[in-house]
């Protein structure tokens, strides 16, 4: 791939334990370098003339004895002699505090380029070899956001912003998620070494039965691996409020639910669900849209308000979770590989018995429940258990159609496109699907999908792929098909209208490779045709492009619902609107 973005800083997180940092200055840079170093372990050594005016806050540190005060100017041999004696004396990192305008700042950064140690000089990032990020601290979790020397005031304001948008306590939040994956490992290691051990007693007895040795290596480290990915899900799916607000006895219930196998677990007990009779229950199945939660519907949002039990899918966006009263019960599915259909059985078994307790239990899907969302299927269920009369429905917007819009394509385009086919790229049981013939005007849109692209561009694009062969009813290949030119623009979606939103933009010759390279931010969908270059086109040379983010609604941040519709916040009786015909409507 060309690419022609600036370089930018590698992130990296450093254990500065017992390091030594030496600060060059006096004033309240330097106070605050020796703040920073001593937050983070480390022993700060200032070096600044005996005569030197010291910053009221580094004066205080140094009478505490938290600072040694080295009474000279800089002299090279300083960092080379006055380290860790582990390191043979060289210093861990240096601070120069003094600005780029002072001849002795480009001296001493020459100096520790030449010798590769860490340099930082404040106010010249040629000079540093690294810088410090503004960083918001909670516990165990650290943010930092850097602007790569553009304005340290910038990093400073966009870090408050993000430290503002989190819920509190996500750093006790995430000790106590780390307690929850020490246990499992702890667990994980105390159940291998006692099979282990009993493997090794049955191999002292001479017998040739292999029946007490159903359990191997194999078994083990997939339980372990089964174990550590339902964590996972967790921390991805659970809304952040949620997380934040998990205590002690959250984690002991936690572990409990899951047992050692996911498909037995129950983290929801409903056997306290309540068993009230003469209450009618109701279920209602709502798509909660794309992702942004300015995109659901009012009858969804007060579907959200008024439930006593949500049953969630895993993919509904955490913005539209965060909008679920706390009192609220919320189950989140555990779909994946290999356990979708037992996750689907317990989100029915579950809705069905809050339907037996009278209950309103609300099923949220993510985009809408009849496209991809089986909605269809969970309404034919609830009415052959007895309850049809009391199943509603509530669409949402879907991101096949909704997603190409956030990402500058016209599905349909005068001249371009005149037809839109929604397709899906996983069928049942994980079995691949006819691939659709190609049509000029058409565009495609793949949902569930990206997991197997190379799979997917392949049926595209041959007849010989051997997911087409499978595919076709007949076991042969149908060479009928009119095949996708390689060099149609396309596009991956991924995560739309959320704020980490991201769009490739390629041709189905370089859409596996780059998703390979740039790698999944699920949920995604590909978008295919030529409606996808109307708007965007790659430039000569790139095999693809990135953008990423999502700034759709900003104009809107703030406008009350009048506003949006009368553009003002007074009563604007007086605006009238014609239709097609000349009839004035009045507003």
């Known amino acids: 791939m060309i690419s022609n973005m600036v370089p930018v800083s590698l992130l990296t997180s450093i254990d500065s334990t017992g390091h030594i940092h030496l600060v060059v200055g006096s004033n309240p840079l330097a106070a605050a370098r020796c703040a920073k170093s001593l937050e983070v372990g480390a022993k700060p050594l200032l070096v600044a003339p ?310 309103i239990v609300l099923r949220l899907k993510q985009g809408d429940p009849y496209i991809y969302g089986r909605g269809g299927e969970e309404f034919e269920y609830f009415r052959k258990e007895g309850f049809g009369e009391v199943v509603s429905v509530l669409p949402g917007i879907t991101s096949a159609l909704s997603a190409p819009l956030f990402a500058g394509i016209p599905a349909t385009q005068r001249g371009v496109s005149d037809q839109v086919l929604i397709c899906t790229g996983t069928g049942r049981k994980g079995k691949p699907t006819v691939p659709p013939e190609y049509v000029d005007t058409r565009t495609v849109v793949f949902l569930m999908a990206l997991h197997r692209i190379n799979g997917l561009v392949a049926d595209l694009t041959t007849w010989d792929s051997e997911d087409a062969k499978v595919a076709d009813e007949n076991g042969e290949v149908d060479r009928r098909r009119k095949l996708w030119p390689k060099e149609t623009p396309c596009a991956v979606i991924e995560r739309a209208s959320c704020p980490d939103q991201r769009v490739i933009r390629t041709t189905l010759e370089f859409v596996g490779v780059a998703i390979e390279e740039e790698g999944s931010r699920p949920p995604g969908l590909l978008v295919l045709g030529k409606a996808c270059e109307v708007l965007n086109k790659l430039d000569i040379g790139r095999k693809w492009i990135v953008e990423e983010g999502f700034k759709g609604f900003e104009d809107f941040e703030g406008m009350g619902l009048e506003e949006l519709v009368l553009g003002g916040k007074e009563d604007r009786p007086d605006v009238v609107r014609g239709d097609s015909i000349g009839r004035e409507l009045k507003v």
């Not at 120069?96 to 002795?104: A, N, Q």
């Not at 520790?112 to 990032?125: K, T």
């Not at 659901?296 to 899918?313: E, F, G, M, P, Q």
């Not at 989140?332 to 018995?353: C, M, V």
């Open 50 to 359: 005996e005569t030197a005016e010291l910053h009221y806050a580094l004066q205080k540190r140094i009478d505490n004895g938290e600072v040694d005060w080295l009474k000279k100017g800089f002299e090279d041999e300083d960092i080379l002699r006055l380290g860790r004696e582990e390191i043979n004396g060289v210093v861990d990192a240096v601070f120069v505090t003094s600005g780029p305008r002072d001849p002795l700042s480009a001296h001493i950064s020459q100096l520790c380029r030449r010798n590769r140690i860490p340099v930082n000089v404040s106010d010249a990032p040629s000079l540093c070899t690294f810088s410090i990020l503004s960083t918001h601290t909670d516990g165990p979790l650290q943010i930092g956001v850097t602007t790569n020397g553009r304005g340290c005031k910038l990093s400073s304001r966009i870090r408050r912003e993000i430290a503002s948008s989190l819920p509190p306590n996500l750093g006790s939040a995430c000790a106590r998620l780390g307690t929850i994956r020490k246990r499992i490992q702890e667990e994980d290691h105390l159940t291998h070494m006692a099979i282990a051990g009993d493997l090794d007693e049955e191999d002292s007895i001479d017998q040739t039965s292999a029946f007490n040795k159903l359990v191997t290596e194999a078994d083990l480290d997939a339980a372990k691996n089964r174990r550590i990915r339902w964590l996972s899900q967790i921390c991805e799916y659970w809304p952040l409020r949620r997380l934040a607000n998990i205590t002690d006895s959250d984690v002991e219930s936690v572990l409990k639910s899951y047992a050692a196998n996911p498909s037995n677990s129950t983290p929801l007990d409903t056997t306290n669900i309540d068993s009230r009779t003469d209450k009618k229950g109701r279920i209602i199945l709502a798509g909660s849209g794309p992702g942004h939660p300015d995109l659901l519907t009012r009858v969804t949002h007060k579907a959200i308000l008024s439930a006593d039990l949500i049953l969630a899918d895993k993919l509904v966006p955490s913005g539209v979770l965060d909008l679920i009263p706390r009192r609220t019960p919320v189950h989140i599915a555990r779909k994946f590989p290999g356990n979708a259909e037992l996750a689907q059985t317990e989100l029915l078994e579950l809705g069905l018995a809050g339907l037996k307790a009278g209950k």
